[in-house]
């Protein structure tokens, strides 16, 4: 089954904790990207990657880093999570860059206390 | 900056009866337009898109319009049913240089259906 999978679902931490929230993809898609999302303010992209080892800032990068060693995996990093990071998190993926079709993970549920 | 938006943050409509959700975009650049559905507790789920050299596009129960000239864009639900209840997002996707693709979302417009 093509799907994306996020791990942990759900994640209370305090405040300068790093943390790490994984993403994998079992469809061999070159993009993957990371959004938030935010009552009142819709998706909101973090990080995008067009491949192994290319990565780029989104919309909203700052106090988040991410890394793509494999073409399966693309994990957000939180070095020293803020109350402000508090939020829905979803990793997505997709064959190609320019429309079609976005599989998104289930999600992640973060607060930052 | 550019954005998308939708111009009703709700919407609810009679089962059986045919939705229509709209979007406004200010990008006239952007390649292509992309709807998702989101249900409570999901991720977004693409349903259909349309590149930008298109004025209409069908799916299953559903069609994409898109006019240019107002630079806006709706989403037809035909026969509107329980289950299409959710958070219905308009997303656009514009080249951005250096081989990159910047997407953008809207804020999304929430569709009740009522029994």
């Known amino acids: 089954e093509a799907q994306v999978t996020q791990n942990p679902r759900y994640l209370i931490t305090v405040t300068g904790k790093k943390l790490t929230v994984t993403c994998s993809q079992n469809m061999n898609h070159e993009y993957m990207s990371w959004y938030r999302q935010d009552p009142g303010l819709g998706l909101r992209q973090i990080y995008y990657?067009?491949?192994?080892?290319?990565?780029d800032k989104g919309d909203v990068p700052e106090g988040y880093k991410v890394s793509r060693k494999e073409k399966r995996n693309f994990p957000l990093i939180l070095e020293s999570p803020s109350p402000n990071q508090t939020s829905l998190y979803f990793c997505?993926?997709?064959?190609?860059?320019?429309?079609?079709?976005?599989?998104f993970g289930p999600g992640t549920r973060l607060t930052v206390t | 900056g550019e954005s998308v938006g939708l111009h009703l943050p709700t919407l609810s409509v009679q089962e059986g009866d045919n939705s229509i959700i709209n979007c406004a975009y200010s990008n006239s650049a952007s390649d292509y337009f992309i709807w998702y559905k989101q249900e409570s507790g999901k991720g977004p789920q693409f349903i259909i898109d349309i590149r930008s050299n298109m004025d209409k596009r069908q799916g299953q129960r559903v069609t994409v319009l898109l006019n240019k000239t107002v630079k806006h864009l709706s989403l037809q639900i035909a026969a509107t049913q329980p289950g299409d209840s959710a958070v219905y997002f308009c997303?656009?996707?514009?080249?951005?240089?250096?081989?990159?693709?910047?997407?953008?979302f809207g804020k999304g417009t929430k569709l009740s259906v009522i029994p």
């Open positions: 997505a993926s997709s064959a190609r860059l320019a429309g079609g079709e976005q599989y």
């Open positions: 997303a656009e996707t514009s080249y951005s240089g250096a081989g990159s693709y910047q997407l953008t």
């Open positions: 990657s067009m491949n192994v080892e290319v990565t």
